[in-house]
Every structure is written in structure tokens, then in C-alpha cells.
């Protein structure tokens, strides 16, 4: 089970992992917790569905979303270090996107935009297009890509920015 490889790893590392997530609505947290023993290492996660919870929660700026909406990478950025510094965590992800029905010509379902942030290193980030899968099929294909990039970032095999 990879959730429980992230926390293994991170628990043989003293790191502790905040979450900041929108369309998949806590799904990432969920997978952490349902391990038993998270919480020596999971500090919390941020459920900022709507623009207002994103700028009240983790201080995600009214300028970023409005120059670029809430799908975007500068937003994942912002959430991924709110997550940071709003917790006790010191390695956090954020995930914003557009899970459907639906999108735009310039925002398509299925478009999901990650954030990793860790105390000491730039911020990354990245967009991936899983494709009109349906609302279920991207949510969970987006928690998964998010749970990669903690595994990586525990492995210390954190990608390029």
C-alpha cells in the first residue's frame, strides 16, 4: 500500500505531511489516515473546496485567483505552502483541478494542477490531463498522482522544478 510506504518513509525521516486539497475533497488525507498510527506523522489536511476556504485557510492571495483562477499551478503553489505554513508539517501537497462534469476550452475536465512544498527546498509544481474520465475516475486518479509525489519526496527523489 503505497500510504503506508509514504508514512514508513516518513516516519524514518522526521518528516510530517500536511495536505491542501480541492477536487478531490480530502481524499488524499483520507488515504493517509486510514493507516493506522498517522498521526505521528500526518499533521493535518485542508479541505479548501471553494475559492473563499482557500484564501481563509491557507492565505492562498484574491490576486492569484483572479489573474488565474483556482486551477491553476500558481495556485497549487500557494496552497501547497499555505498547507506549510499553516500546520506543524514540514513537507506538504495541494491539488487543484476540474475532476467534471464539465471544463472550458482552456480549462478541460480532468485537468489537476499539483503543488509539493518542503521546508528548505523552491516549490514544485505541475499539471497533469487525466482526460474526461468521469468525476470519480479523476478525483481518484488525482489522489493517486498526489500520493506519487509524496513517495518520491520521501524517497528523497523529489523532481526537478
Known amino acids: ?29 483520507a488515504a493517509l489516515t ?3 498510527g498517522a498521526s505521528d506523522v500526518f499533521d493535518r489536511g485542508f479541505v479548501t ?7 481563509a485557510m491557507i492565505g492562498v492571495q484574491a490576486e492569484t485567483l483572479a489573474a488565474h483562477g483556482a486551477v491553476s499551478e500558481q495556485v497549487a503553489v500557494e496552497m501547497a505552502e499555505g498547507a506549510l505554513a499553516q500546520s506543524n508539517a514540514n513537507l506538504a501537497v495541494s491539488v487543484t483541478g ?3 462534469p464539465g471544463g472550458s476550452e482552456f480549462k ?11 521546508e528548505g527546498a523552491t516549490t ?8 474526461a474520465l468521469g468525476r470519480s475516475a479523476v478525483r481518484q486518479a488525482a489522489c493517486n498522482h498526489a ?3 509524496l513517495l518520491r519526496a520521501v524517497q528523497g527523489r523529489r523532481p526537478a522544478p
Open 34 to 36: 486510514e493507516v493506522a
Open 108 to 118: 478541460p475536465e480532468g485537468r489537476v494542477c499539483f503543488g509539493l512544498a518542503q
Open 49 to 55: 473546496y471553494s475559492n473563499a476556504a482557500k484564501q
Open 1 to 29: 500500500m503505497k500510504a503506508r510506504q509514504i508514512l514508513d518513509l516518513a516516519r524514518g525521516s522526521s518528516t510530517t505531511i500536511s495536505t491542501a486539497e480541492s477536487c478531490t475533497g480530502g481524499l488524499i488525507a
Open 124 to 131: 514544485l509544481c505541475e499539471t497533469v490531463e487525466f482526460g
Open 98 to 100: 476540474i475532476a467534471g
Open 147 to 149: 500520493l506519487d509525489l
